[in-house]
């Protein structure tokens, strides 16, 4: 079993080490590959730059990295995505629609 992490940074750092200790490789998606911690730069099986904002760049870079099983965010704003391009891809997914509200703000109520 092969994993994927988009945007492993901050605590999505978790993941990618709770899947190592599975014995998973883990392959790191990011929009801007600068960001990952050196850490994991060593640990990783690859290091995709890739639009995360799209699922349908997503799917492609999983397709083309292959033998992917799972896919997870490794941040709060790819919950949406991950969860678009595991529907696509067939994987076990949250459903986008939940996923979609994952990253709506709420508005707060004035301190007024």
């Known amino acids: ?3 994927v992490v988009v945007e492993p940074v901050s605590s999505g750092t978790a993941p990618v080490a709770a ?3 599975l014995g998973h490789p883990v392959h790191a998606f990011c929009a801007d590959t600068r960001i990952v911690p050196p850490t994991h730069l060593r640990t990783v099986a690859s290091l995709t730059s890739v ?3 799209s699922a349908d760049d997503v799917a492609a870079a999983v397709r083309t990295v292959g033998g992917i099983d799972a896919l997870v965010a490794g941040f709060e704003y790819a919950v949406d995505i991950v969860a678009q391009t595991a529907a696509q891809l067939g994987l076990p997914h949250l459903a986008p629609e939940a996923a979609a509200l994952t990253t709506r703000q709420i508005p707060l109520p004035s301190a007024t």
């Open 1 to 3: 079993m092969a994993t």
């Open 19 to 21: 899947a190592q200790r």
């Open 51 to 53: 639009d995360t904002g």
